[in-house]
């Protein structure tokens, strides 16, 4: 088979794109849990387009209420309300239980962005505090602020000075967050399972404990949910699976169906802490990314994704487990629902090269982590094939 489209593609943007990726196919299609590169080649989508497509590429209802509201309104400002935004916004807060609202916007990182925001707001208005705990190993998006809240140096190199106002602490380690909690301290934010850093699933004490302590000194406990939401772990929100609230959490990624779409969720407390003029994006409830993410919403509804994402994400993860039983290079299987990673004593790059020559695209997560995040529709036939894929991929590279 010839690979002349993809080819043509790749080094096109190689010429014309800053290279702050280093893509190796050219994808034109996709189909459920299936994407097609420009010759033609198909690949299963473990990476769900890093989280994104929850529901699986081209699902009809999503894409159907993408077509149906592009051809009524693609924009008209914050200026206007438009019906899809309300909509979502209620959706979100009915299924948060948080009783709170929502500020929307268009990524990951603003939606973190806007809860740092809010949260100095608060904290300005409650004792002049203004400093957020961060986790060592997480990962909060590419603005500057946000870069402040990641606590990776890959992610800060290049960048100073980072603006001020982070601490950062070990996760899953209580003491190490009250050491860094001072009197300006006014929120601690993390990921209820760490993605990029390695898909490391908070303990259930963690998590409590985090809650307790934010009560006890009066700070603000603001999840990043941009990854592991939207029913990944199978629940609505990863932190639901904890028995804790937090007081704002951020959404984005799998929200949108694959449109841009960022969104930060308030409880009743700091619903109104956001006042006229006092935050805003253009592109924000943008109406045909929310008529998406509603639609996004009633497949996941509709189709059981959040069990789904439960049982195949066991038989994913037992199937996992065998090949840390095989092979002594492969040595622990960690995660939640459908977002799991495969720790490796060796280059995980290596075997997400040797997955893709199997016909299966998988991610990093930091350097000796596979992370696997396959569409929630993942089904238990199409899970035996990938995990065909994998044996042949891990054999290739440890079998003797
Ligand atoms: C991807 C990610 C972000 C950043 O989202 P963008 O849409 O790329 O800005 C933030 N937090 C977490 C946990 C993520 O996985």
């Avoid at 994400?313 to 037992?318: D, H, S, Y």
Wanted: charged share 20%; hydrophobic share 45%.
């Amino acid at each position: 088979m010839s690979n002349e489209k993809s080819r043509d593609i790749l080094d096109l943007y190689t010429a014309k794109v800053m290279p702050t990726y280093a893509p190796t196919v050219a994808i034109a299609s996709g189909k459920g849990i299936t994407v097609r590169d420009a010759d033609g080649r198909s690949y299963y989508d473990f990476t769900s387009g890093i989280g994104v497509q929850a529901v699986g590429y081209g699902n009809k209802d999503v894409t159907e209420a993408i077509q149906g509201q592009a051809a009524a309104l693609t924009h008209c400002s914050n200026l206007f309300v438009n019906a899809p935004e309300t909509l979502l916004a209620a959706k979100l807060v009915e299924l948060s239980g948080l009783g709170g609202k929502v500020f929307f916007c268009n990524s990951g990182a603003e939606a973190n962005e806007a809860a740092l925001k809010l949260a100095r707001r608060w904290g300005h208005a409650n004792g002049g505090r203004y400093e957020v705990v961060t986790f060592r190993q997480g990962f909060h998006g590419r603005t500057l602020a946000t870069v402040a809240a990641t606590a990776q140096a890959w992610c800060q190199e290049g960048y100073d000075p980072l603006p001020v106002g982070f601490a950062y602490a070990d996760y899953n380690d209580l003491e190490s967050v009250k050491s860094a909690v001072n009197e300006k301290t006014v929120a601690i934010l993390l990921e209820a399972v760490q993605g990029e850093g390695g898909v490391t699933p908070a303990t259930d004490e963690f998590m409590k404990g985090v809650r307790a302590l934010c009560d006890e000194k009066n700070l603000l406990m603001v999840v990043d949910e941009v990854q592991a939401g939207m029913g990944r772990t199978g629940t609505w929100f990863a932190w639901q699976g904890y028995g804790v609230q937090p007081d704002l959490f951020t959404c984005a990624k799998a929200l949108g169906g694959g449109l841009p779409m960022g969104a930060l969720v308030s409880n009743a407390k700091l619903a109104d802490v956001f006042t006229l003029s006092s935050h805003a994006s253009t592109f924000g409830g943008n109406p045909v990314a929310a008529a998406a993410a509603n639609a996004v919403i009633a497949v996941i509804e509709k189709e059981g994704l959040l069990a789904n994402a439960t049982k195949v994400g066991a038989l994913l993860k037992e199937a996992l487990q065998s090949f840390v039983d095989k092979y002594d290079k492969v040595l622990e299987v960690r995660g939640k629902g459908l977002m799991l990673g495969l720790v490796i004593d060796g280059d995980a790059k290596e075997i997400v090269d040797a997955l893709a020559g199997q016909g299966l695209l998988a991610l990093t997560a930091g350097p000796n982590v596979v992370r696997f995040l396959p569409p929630l529709c993942l089904g238990e036939d199409d899970l035996e094939d990938a995990v065909d894929m994998i044996s042949d991929a891990l054999d290739g590279v440890y079998g003797d």
